[in-house]
């Protein structure tokens, strides 16, 4: 095993987190030198050890995989009183515990806050709910549901018709981060003061936050915000067009993009034009602006329109597959991949670098008890 380094080496994290948000935060943790001990059910383990397939070439689900690594795991039965006993026993040394069991579950189990820092003064308690701890505190929090409940399946997909999920855990994983934020902005309290205190975040509190510029539509304007599918609310053309073969992300930010973009498609007059001249008439044509981007764009292939674009600082770019994703990361020197000893597959890179202190990657994702 790799030792550890990174600039959080030394510290332990007692992880008694589940499936999503709170193993991603932990890993982040690890990845940046913490020792993570994460806490599972004897014989079943995380739930996400059996949310498959696809699994890895040594038969462990690749979602338990992909938020697990960096980690070392104990299997313990916290409603037995050894099992109790041996929790308290790992969060006496430890600097932080993050936990996502329903609001109350830690209390009755002997392991709440005001309980651990009697003993651990200096321990941070971070804790993840899906609704809060006031009155959704009983409802379960699943990133589908607060996906639809938070308002992010209403502005996602083609028409008001037909709500869609974004196509992975993003209420989790931005959940996962903000943990994290949260997590590092009481260490560095706790180093001026030597004090601890209790993080919590939530899935709903998350995803509103994360709506960012549709939340202050609403709250600034009284906007609803609707799907558009592609589209942008307040900005053209900021959305996906056919070309020659594949389609085509366009991201014009300002007028100056929309100059050289007309240019590049041999459209100069279009910049011009009084409908397409700023970016508050051109969200006003919308649809006859896109008519015209359309046909120009159709006239050639997707890689070509992306090398002229991208030499005149247009942004744009072909819908990659996940597959493709990684090979053009590779070919802009990013590295997105990473070998994890003892992992039978490759791990995605952290995507933070530090100049001092680098993440590391010492430990596969751990196997299930009874498992080799």
Request: negative net charge; contains cysteine; glycine residues 10%.
């Amino acid at each position: 095993m790799t030792a550890a380094t990174g600039p959080l080496e030394g510290l332990v994290v007692a992880d008694f987190s589940r499936v999503l948000a709170g193993p991603y935060a932990t890993m982040m943790l690890g990845d940046m030198g913490a020792e993570v001990i994460k806490i599972e059910r004897p014989g079943r383990g995380d739930d996400t050890r059996s949310w498959a397939p696809p699994y890895d070439s040594g038969g462990t689900a690749t979602y338990f995989n992909s938020v697990n690594r960096n980690k070392t795991s104990r299997f313990i039965d916290l409603q037995s009183d050894s099992g109790a006993a041996e929790a308290r026993e790992i969060i006496a040394g430890a600097d932080i515990l993050i936990e996502n069991f329903r609001a109350g579950a830690m209390d009755r189990l002997g392991l709440g806050y005001s309980t651990l820092t009697q003993q651990n003064p200096g321990l941070i308690y971070c804790s993840i709910t899906g609704f809060g701890t006031g009155g959704g505190a009983a409802l379960p929090g699943y990133d589908l549901v607060v996906q639809a409940v938070g308002g992010l399946m209403s502005v996602t997909g083609p028409d008001a018709s037909t709500p869609t999920k974004v196509g992975v855990a993003m209420v989790d994983i931005v959940t996962g981060l903000h943990a994290l934020s949260g997590i590092l902005a009481a260490l560095h309290h706790r180093s001026r003061t030597g004090v601890g205190q209790q993080v919590h975040t939530s899935l709903m509190a998350s995803v509103l936050s994360a709506l960012s510029n549709q939340s202050a539509a609403f709250l600034g304007a009284g906007v609803v915000p609707a799907p558009m599918g592609n589209k942008h609310p307040s900005l053209v053309p900021y959305e996906v067009f056919e070309t020659a073969d594949r389609p085509l992300a366009l991201a014009v930010g300002n007028d100056r993009q929309f100059r050289a973009l007309v240019e590049v498609l041999d459209e100069p007059n279009l910049a011009e034009d009084e409908r397409f001249s700023s970016n508050s008439a051109r969200v006003e044509h919308r649809d006859q602006l896109v008519d015209i981007l359309t046909s120009a764009l159709r006239r050639r292939t997707a890689d070509e329109w992306y090398r002229a674009l991208m030499d005149r600082n247009v942004p744009a770019g072909p819908v990659n597959s996940v597959e493709e994703a990684f090979a053009f990361a590779e070919s802009l020197g990013l590295g997105p991949r990473v070998d994890v000893p003892g992992s039978a597959a490759d791990g995605v890179r952290n995507p933070v670098d530090f100049s001092a202190t680098p993440v590391n990657y010492r430990m596969p994702p751990p196997r299930l008890e009874g498992r080799h």
